[in-house]
DNA sequence: GGACGCTGGCGAAGCGCTTCGACAAACCGT
DNA sequence: ACGGTTTGTCGAAGCGCTTCGCCAGCGTCC
């Protein structure tokens, strides 16, 4: 009849930590939990059993009985002209960081739609849900809000009355770059963006760097174009071409795709633009990324990292019933490398740069 | 006192159901999960209770009552030299597949180390567990061995006894590519192979291509060099220029990394080699990748789809007790493309190339 | 026509945990 | 010395589901 659990299961119940521990079952529970004080003596003798036995608290009773499964759903996108590498980074920072408020993490994608999201939440699988790659008008907004979990948005939608999201300023972002080429006297510059799909789907980030592309260069006197790019070779190449054909004198670019930075190198290259002497070159990517190219780039990382925390954070919060602001927005930084320097036909307010290339008006 | 349910969580419950279908919850039970017969009329009228009230099992409960959680974990690397597409593409197969089985995925990562696995083995949170980046001596093989709990491996360890596992035929790979080179009549070949740090950790993929690449050459006659490579492009070029100034007669590639191809074609190009008339270069990558790269590559893309919905469906069969055999090994599949022609030497035997170079021998 | 097997359904006993009320025992201030 | 807290512990009632045993009604077969 005693260690009745072990039987079924092969694992040990918290009945068989009380019986060896010679207390009641709640007290190993509040031991436990430190929900209800519990002497020191007791809580020794009781953490040893647990030792002693192996045990490991069952998830689902656990769940059942407290309402909290532990767990929150994680939505990956799965589309096309994603940044693998980047989604990778955020997948993995947001596992780090529920793991350190006790929590796990359960993977869905995007493609289950919706009715993935009804099934999990209602379920009572998850506690909460993080949901990445939103876009400005996405379906599953509204279905957030009835679903009545909490739930963290890393993106910005259209309309984030009602909801948590954290995500990089993008529009400041774009702004930034911008500022810095015009800082160094480019007074034409040119972004190429995301696939023209993810511009099509109505993705925030794509939208808000370009519309912060657009305003800096409004209010600094410059001009800029924007194109979307794809990330193959063959159409970045073809892009490019385009883009010097029609505007010689571009001399700054925002590029914001990490895979299109390669090709693009290649192409200016092909066309005997050197980087920086000719053209200033700012890419949104990864520091690593940056440091590891040639010459190395000045960039504006994605902290993917910092945001998945925050966004764990918040969701943490939320589940505990605590109040958490609607926008998170963070900082972006740019970081100057070699692959910006002064504009080939310099600005007069600049004064003296260090590694600027011969292009510097002195 | 009625509706009991709803008050505490806003769910309703099979308790729900059964009132408002005027049958017993076993029935509603019994209805959803087909293990007893259920007169058509009956389950009819349940189902759209169901549908009515809009019940979503419990799923806490449900892994209490049913011990099976029908949730399976997935352990993902995170560690330096692995090709996050591809991982990507094995995490998004899985969950697809796992789906279909009506079972959700837990998202761990390596970095939790086997402490990790034994918590979500035997806390139940899951019923099963799939492995990803297993190293040739992996402290979690043993691990895995006694935690009791159905698993599948992705990979290969030195020793698979007892254990179910899922892999690209790397070795075979490695052969198809030397054979393919030796047929176009190249006599010296290298393979650029994974990150150092990759090959230290004796990761099974990248020491079983490297043997194959040996084993095939020494059966063709042909000299092969086998050399590391770290992903950045100033590392490869470094690489690429070694190799041929102390191989210079080296005219067949095996590029086994899909971040390197583009940099080695670069440093192939500094190098005045043109791909493939004086090069031949056959990529370990995705075909999409291949495709898109100019020339378009002759390669050997890893089944990350396939394998991951292979694994899937030996877990679901360990899960259901059924024997699951122990290897399973995918023949490679290499599709030639424009990256590979008849050596500049050519062989005798080869009559007629489509679009071999000028090196054609004839 | 009565013993027999089926089919379809019911009720209740848990699954392993959390949590709440109850209650001794120790600790106060006065 | 005595009511009143506080502290530490116990017992029991669920959480929402699955599953097992049981039984009522049928047709079926000597």
Redesign the interface.
């Known amino acids: 009849m005693t260690g009745r659990g072990r039987v079924?299961?092969?694992?040990p119940t918290i009945a068989d930590v009380a019986r060896h521990a010679g207390v009641a079952v709640s007290t190993v529970s509040y031991a436990l939990s430190g929900k209800r004080a519990i002497s020191e003596v007791t809580r020794i003798r009781v953490l040893a059993s647990i030792r002693m036995l192996?045990y490991?608290?069952?998830?689902?009773?656990?769940?059942?009985a407290s309402?909290r499964?532990n767990?929150i759903a994680?939505v990956?996108p799965?589309r096309s002209g994603i940044q693998?590498?980047v989604?990778?980074q955020f997948?993995?920072a947001v596992?780090?960081a529920a793991?350190r408020h006790d929590h796990?993490?359960?993977?869905?994608?995007s493609?289950?739609g919706p009715e993935?999201l009804?099934?999990?939440a209602?379920?009572?699988?998850v506690d909460g849900v993080l949901v990445m790659d939103v876009e400005l008008h996405d379906v599953r907004v509204p279905l957030l809000r009835e679903l009545?979990r909490p739930s963290v948005l890393i993106g910005l939608p259209a309309d984030s009355c009602g909801l948590t999201c954290v995500d990089l300023d993008f529009h400041r972002a774009g702004q930034v770059c911008v500022e810095h080429l015009a800082g160094l006297g480019h007074r034409r510059v040119a972004l190429l963006g995301a696939p023209a799909a993810v511009y099509d789907r109505g993705t925030g980030f794509a939208h808000r760097t370009r519309a912060g592309v657009a305003e800096a260069a409004a209010r600094h006197g410059v001009d800029a174009v924007t194109l979307p790019c794809e990330e193959?070779?063959?159409d970045v190449r073809r892009r490019v071409d385009e883009l010097f054909a029609r505007h010689p004198d571009v001399s700054g670019l925002v590029v914001q795709n990490e895979a299109a930075v390669?090709?693009v190198q290649?192409a200016l290259a092909a066309l005997g633009r050197r980087v920086p002497q000719d053209v200033s070159m700012v890419a949104v990517c990864p520091d690593q990324f940056a440091e590891?190219?040639?010459p190395r780039l000045t960039s504006v990382p994605v902290p993917a990292e910092e945001i998945g925390r925050q966004a764990v954070t918040l969701l943490m919060r939320k589940l505990a019933d605590e109040p958490a602001p609607e926008v998170t927005l963070l900082e972006p930084r740019l970081t100057v490398r070699d692959s910006t320097a002064t504009a080939p036909d310099g600005p007069a307010e600049v004064t003296f740069t260090e590694d600027g290339g011969p292009g510097a008006a002195h």
Chains 1, 2 share one sequence.
């Open positions: 079924a299961s092969g694992q192996g490991h608290p069952n998830a689902g009773a656990r769940a059942l309402r499964a767990v994680l990956l799965l693998v590498p989604v990778m997948a993995t596992v780090t793991r796990d993490v359960l993977l869905l994608t493609d289950e993935g009804r099934r999990i209602a379920g009572a699988l009545g193959n070779a063959a390669g090709p290649a590891h190219a040639s």
